[in-house]
């Protein structure tokens, strides 16, 4: 059973999007996440190198169901294009376009008391261009509830299970967090970016009614399904990181944020494994800039 702290994600979608504010608006409310993010060419270990791109959009739906209930649904598609060359692990260029498609749903129910729970359970298809989108199914659900000690405070836990392609079950527990630290700074876990992995932990500050900042980081790792051309062969490409970043945000109007983001690629891994998910060759590699721009809106 791996206990690694993977899907981080899905959590994306708890705090931020789906407060009381939220619920308290009633009616069905259409959302758009779009991002783009470009990782400048990097070295690995034992030679080579990599660069890559990658884009991602999603559309949601969530309406009330009740007076404490809120259901949603997701749509989301993405690709990552890697520019892997050179020697060492890129000598036979591993691998290039990945896509990922992902439906989710999330479940959300404030009880009278002050706890809140939810439910996130998803379904993500990752795979290289040339391989089969059904060929890197996973299935996964996060499950928990914060409490609110007072306006300024939320916490609570959550356990997430998911699979992984060719790898043992993924079990691992969650903290949720909202604190409010003054009327302007926030230690938080709350939503992540379009074009990111996941929220992890992050400090924001409200500057101005229109502007925010945040700086924070994350453990990011997502497996995908090769194609059947060597050295993969219809294995399994890995890519996994610690990335720390800073974001600033302008709230165009209630309904649209634009984000840009940069930050260091800190303990990046490749892996390539075979079709049962054996190693094949990994490699380190160098700390990397990032940049990057997101557009969070809700739509008419």
Request: net charge negative.
């Amino acid at each position: 059973m791996d206990c690694r702290p993977v899907h981080t994600g899905v959590m994306a979608l708890v705090l931020g999007a789906w407060s009381s504010a939220s619920m308290a608006q009633g009616g069905a409310v259409w959302t758009l996440d779009a991002g783009v993010v470009h990782q400048p060419s990097v070295s690995l270990d034992g030679g080579g190198d990599v660069d890559s791109v990658r884009a991602y959009t999603e559309i949601g739906r969530s309406w009330n169901t009740g007076a404490r209930a809120r259901l949603g649904l997701s749509l989301g598609y993405g690709e990552q294009h890697y520019d892997i060359s050179g020697a060492g692990f890129a000598a036979n260029d591993p691998w290039g376009r990945i896509r990922e498609l992902r439906l989710g749903a999330r479940y959300l129910h404030q009880l009278e008391s002050p706890w809140t729970l939810f439910l996130l359970p998803s379904l993500r298809f990752s795979a290289e261009s040339g391989a089969a989108l059904d060929d890197g199914a996973t299935v996964g659900m996060l499950a928990g509830g914060t409490y609110r000690f007072n306006e300024n405070l939320s916490i609570g836990p959550g356990i997430g299970v998911f699979t992984e392609i060719e790898d043992d079950v993924s079990v691992f527990p969650v903290l949720l967090l909202d604190w409010s630290l003054t009327d302007r700074l926030s230690l938080e876990s709350g939503r992540g970016f379009a074009a990111s992995r996941g929220p992890g932990l992050q400090l924001r500050w409200r500057f101005e009614s229109t502007w925010d900042f945040a700086v924070g980081g994350r453990y990011e790792k997502v497996r995908f399904r090769l194609d059947d051309d060597a050295p993969g062969a219809g294995g399994v490409g890995e890519d996994a990181s610690v990335p720390v970043f800073a974001v600033a945000s302008y709230h165009a109007s209630r309904d649209t944020t634009v984000s840009l983001l940069v930050g260091a690629q800190t303990s990046a891994t490749l892996r390539l494994e075979d079709r049962g998910g054996a190693l094949v060759q990994e490699a380190d590699a160098d700390t990397g800039v990032f940049y990057g721009l997101t557009l969070r809106a809700r739509l008419p």
